[in-house]
Antibody, heavy 126, light 107 residues
Framework: QVQLQQWGAGLLKPSDTLSLTCAVYGGSFSGYYWTWIRQSPGVGLEWIGEINNSGSSNYNPSLKSRVNISVDTSKKQFSLRLSSVTAADTAVYYC????????????????????WGQGILVTVSS | DIQMTQSPSSLSASVGDRVTITCRASQSINNYLNWYQQKPGKAPKLLIYGASGLQTGVPSRFSGYGSGTDFTLIISSLQPEDFATYYCQQSYNTPRTFGQGTKVEVK
């Protein structure tokens, strides 16, 4: 059973860089995209971006200029860095696996997020 | 970005009730629609993928329907452990987007 465990600093000052890491236990690291999602009361659930074991990444355009997601396949870990944080970046940050299931015909891929990490509350405050 | 709109934002129900939650996409997403359940202080949990596929381990009282822009999550007989917030999410394109959530509360 795949489990994700995440860690990182929970209290930042404006203009700091947010840094979080997620480790994958009990399953394959290859063949999936590894994802960061955040949740705040004002915005709700927001997809930040993803990376696969080869280092191919995709980012939310709204955050792309400040986000970097990296991967360490030897440790089965992936990391999020978000620069120049403001109070608007205060949220619970989750890591998750983007998995897929084929339809009955075997041609259509359905992508989904499961499992998720436990979440980390990151607060940006002066 | 594809906007996902859920209704209602909250509802009150009793154990044994049939509960229906709807999700509408701002453009057609075929059936690239997932449903998640989130309990307070916990991460979301996948219930339904591909609009109607039941994730392994999820009780059969949960079902999903729809295609195009309109989707429905149905809980056929609400159980005490089902009081939670439910989110839809489109996997048609990036950025992946979520609905704002529907909170199912005790009546």
């Amino acid at each position: 059973q795949v489990q994700l465990q995440q860690w990182g600093a929970g209290l930042l000052k404006p203009s700091d860089t947010l840094s979080l890491t997620c480790a994958v236990y009990g399953g394959s690291f290859s063949g999936y995209y590894w994802t960061w999602i955040r949740q705040s009361p004002g915005v709700g659930l927001e997809w930040i971006g993803e990376i696969n074991n080869s280092g191919s990444s995709n980012y939310n355009p709204s955050l792309k200029s400040r986000v970097n997601i990296s991967v360490d396949t030897s440790k089965k870990q992936f990391s999020l860095r978000l620069s120049s944080v403001t109070a608007a970046d205060t949220a619970v940050y989750y890591c998750a696996r983007r998995g897929k299931t084929f339809d009955s015909g075997g041609f259509i891929e359905f992508w989904w997020f499961d499992p998720w990490g436990q979440g980390i509350l990151v607060t940006v405050s002066s | 970005d594809i906007q996902m709109t859920q209704s209602p934002s909250s509802l009150s129900a009793s154990v044994g009730d049939r509960v229906t939650i709807t999700c509408r996409a701002s453009q057609s997403i075929n059936n690239y629609l997932n449903w998640y359940q989130q309990k307070p202080g916990k991460a979301p949990k996948l219930l339904i993928y591909g609009a109607s596929g039941l994730q392994t381990g999820v009780p059969s009282r949960f079902s999903g329907y729809g295609s195009g822009t309109d989707f429905t999550l149905i809980i056929s007989s609400l159980q005490p452990e089902d009081f939670a917030t439910y989110y839809c999410q489109q996997s048609y394109n990036t950025p992946r987007t979520f609905g704002q959530g529907t909170k199912v509360e005790v009546k």
